[in-house]
């Protein structure tokens, strides 16, 4: 059984960095492609960043409101990825996950391409 493990998450100021990790579970970690979503309260859940599972080069998609600001990054020997978010807004106040796809999808952004799921951790961004 797969296993995803988010921390880092917290209370963050507007224009404030976290970074997010996600533990998981495994040795097939280098064959997942990684996404990270968020998800606020009335909100449906959206895709935020991905990266590619390692052998096929390095291909990353993010949310548009987050480019330039999120970066999603993994490595393959600690089998954990990260989400680098920098200036942060309220708007980026939600709940985290964590996903991990099986599939061989180069980068999934829907929830439904991915297999494995975190349980989550809460941004909170605010003055």
């Known amino acids: 059984q797969v296993q995803l493990v988010e921390s880092g998450g917290g209370l963050a100021q507007p224009g404030d960095s976290l970074t997010l990790s996600c533990a998981v579970s495994?040795?097939?970690?280098?064959?997942?492609?990684m996404g990270w979503f968020r998800q606020a309260p009335g909100k449906a859940r959206e895709f935020v960043a991905g990266?590619?599972?390692?052998?096929?080069?390095?291909?990353?998609r993010y949310l548009d409101s987050v480019k330039g600001r999120f970066t999603i990054s993994r490595d393959n020997a600690k089998n954990t990825v990260y989400l680098q978010m920098n200036g942060l807004k309220p708007e980026d106040t939600a709940v985290y996950y964590c996903?991990?796809?099986?599939?061989?999808?180069?980068?999934?952004?829907?929830?439904?391409?991915?297999?494995?799921w975190g349980q989550g951790t809460q941004v909170t961004v605010s003055s």
């Open positions: 996903a991990a796809d099986n599939t061989g999808v180069v980068v999934p952004s829907v929830p439904s391409d991915y297999d494995y």
């Open positions: 495994g040795r097939t970690f280098s064959r997942y492609g």
């Open positions: 990266i590619s599972r390692s052998g096929v080069g390095t291909y990353t």
